[in-house]
């Protein structure tokens, strides 16, 4: 897990046996920095400044050894950008490895997983080279055939030669004929005066001074007939009782 290639500094985390054999075989051609696999239980602050260590060494006793989420952050922070994290921990068949989430959660790219030696499994991760909350504008390029096709989908024709269309043509005979009116029956309709023809007796209260009755009114529901139960909240016949379909009803003006 350790190759000492293009390596000038590095964070080591790995239980108390193991700090001594790490530091004796890098010697002093590495700047290192020790930690106790133990601190990784709680929040802890590594001593070395931002974007320090080209590389993150991590040896833990199992794969359920439990870690503050705290750690992954403080190891994002020490790392140099395109800097690799390396986490080793002993293989385990009846558990499964969440250390590559763990790492593409705290930010880490190019994760990946091998075997090691075959006792101990290594899960290995990139710090990305830009700036977290970094933003690119995305420049989208047309070809010079669609930028074509979208210009003729807008382009008005301002040619005299064109036809146009008499818009008196889109109608037919029967459009331009008037609706008949419908026939008015003085009694219903509310008319000002009574027909020519009343035959109902409006013209007889008209000449008598009596005011005619107000016309009927209209159900916008259809179920005014059937009774309360059936009736809108602002139905003219609220509280009257149920009657035939095309009954007159007279309604208290009280």
Known sequence: GLSLSMLATLVACAPPAALGRISAMLGTSVELVLVPSQALTQPFTIQASNEWADRIYVELPDLNFATHTHVMGEFFRVLKKGGSICIRHRKAEDSKNAWPSNLIFAGFVDTAESDGDGVMVETSGIKPPWDVGSAVPLSIKRSKQENK??????????????????????????????????????????????????????????????????????????????GDAFRCASCPYKGLPPFKPGERVTISAD
Do not use: F, H, Q
């Open 149 to 226: 096709e979208t210009k003729k989908v807008w382009k008005v024709s301002t040619d005299e030669d064109d036809e146009i269309m008499d818009e008196d043509s889109l109608l037919s005979e029967k459009d331009l004929k008037a609706a008949p009116k419908p026939a008015s029956d003085c009694e219903l309709s509310g008319g000002r005066k009574a027909c020519k023809n009343c035959t109902c007796g409006r013209a007889e209260m008209e000449e008598n001074g009596e005011k005619p009755a107000t016309a009927a009114p209209t159900s916008a529901c259809g179920n005014c007939y059937l």
